[in-house]
């Protein structure tokens, strides 16, 4: 039996949930790390890859089932009655959860657990509400709050106050399929939490496979005019850029589509759309993409032609950045004169 105790106290339940969590998403990325350069045998190969795809899929259900595996008091003797499915899932990563328990876990994540706790007091309610008007076939547009759609998910307000907002994502996907449950994500606002300027995390789930999110007012970059965005002034440039290495420090990047960036004349730039960094060699296309995300807009209703020209935005980037910034342009020193070059 695992101690349920946390610093001398017994864990809640909302942390014993997010100790599951955190064993799932870490023991899937150390299957990854370890794989062999070479296999000795077709048959390793075979094997290893088998055990590669069972890992995959019990993260996933680790992570939708992490609520349930939170309640099982003793992992060695297991309910007679326990879904066969369930006990297959605990039998096959028993010992390795022992073990992360004893090693990785003396310190629990008491801000992750609030966030579980804040959405099961708040949101989960309203959760449920939209994910019963779904299944009884409402369109997702004729749901009350419904904000937009995308790939990943519908995103709905939770109140009529419209500062928070829930993404689902098993309004887009089936319900069956536990392949996106939002787990990116989730970690990306979680290691987020202490950056300003950015969309946070309120709350989430994994089961109902729902995150709910700080919403920003404002306007998008596509939505100002060429007249606002001349008016942008070099401090408010600069917190764009200060947002980005935030977030890249803590090993996040943005997604630089000038929709992803929010305006408004009190806080200046906020970007809602960030994810894990899968590349630092990206980060400075990402950079030499802003001068166009920031001064090109897609022609609507002004007199602007189909697309702006980069006008002088560019230099005054590159101008911020040599003052500002001058390590990380020491050490992007061939990319960044190339890009000077070319202006």
């Known amino acids: 039996m695992i101690e349920n105790k946390g610093f001398g106290r017994p864990k809640t339940k909302e942390e014993l949930q997010t100790q599951v969590e955190h064993f799932a998403e ?16 077709e048959e390793d190969e075979n094997k290893f890859y088998e055990k590669y795809l069972q890992s995959m899929k019990d993260q996933s ?7 349930e595996l939170s309640e099982i008091q003793d992992f060695k003797n297991l309910p007679v009655d326990i879904d066969p499915k369930l006990k297959g899932l605990i039998e096959r990563n028993r010992d390795a959860y022992v073990e992360f328990c004893d090693t990785e876990m003396k310190a ?4 992750r ?12 309610s309203r959760v449920s509400d939209i994910k019963d008007q779904i299944k009884n076939g409402i369109p997702l547009e004729e749901i009350p709050g419904y904000v937009n759609k995308g790939t990943k998910g519908a995103i709905f307000f939770t109140d009529d106050k419209h500062s928070k907002v829930v993404k689902l994502y098993s309004a887009i996907h089936d319900g069956t399929s536990s ?7 989730i970690l990306s606002l979680l290691r987020a939490k202490d950056i300003e300027n950015v969309s ?10 729902a995150v709910i999110m700080e919403y920003i007012e404002g306007k998008n970059l596509k939505e100002l005019t060429k007249k606002e965005r001349a008016q942008l002034s070099d401090e408010e440039i600069k917190s764009v850029f200060k947002i980005i290495f935030d977030l890249y420090q803590n090993g996040l990047e943005i997604d630089p589509h000038p929709t992803n960036f929010i305006y408004n004349t009190e806080k200046g730039f906020s970007v809602i759309d960030y994810h894990l960094l899968k590349n630092p060699e990206n980060f400075m ?3 030499r993409s802003l001068p166009e995300n920031l001064s090109r ?7 602007e032609s189909d697309y702006d020209q980069f006008s002088d935005l560019e230099p005054r980037i590159v101008k911020i950045l040599e003052e500002d910034y001058p390590e990380f342009c020491e050490k992007h020193k061939e990319h960044f004169e190339k890009w000077k070059s070319m202006i």
């Open 26 to 41: 870490i023991e899937y990325s150390n299957l990854k790390m370890i794989k062999p350069e070479k296999f000795n045998s």
């Open 297 to 303: 807009r897609k022609n609507t209703s002004d007199e």
């Open 179 to 185: 392949s996106n449950v939002g787990k990116n994500e």
């Open 113 to 124: 657990a609030s966030k579980v706790k804040i959405y099961n007091e708040k949101y989960k």
């Open 108 to 111: 629990l994540d008491y801000y």
């Open 61 to 67: 259900e680790m992570l939708v089932y992490s609520a």
């Open 285 to 287: 296309y990402l950079l």
């Open 200 to 209: 946070h995390l309120e709350g989430y789930s994994y089961e109902d496979r």
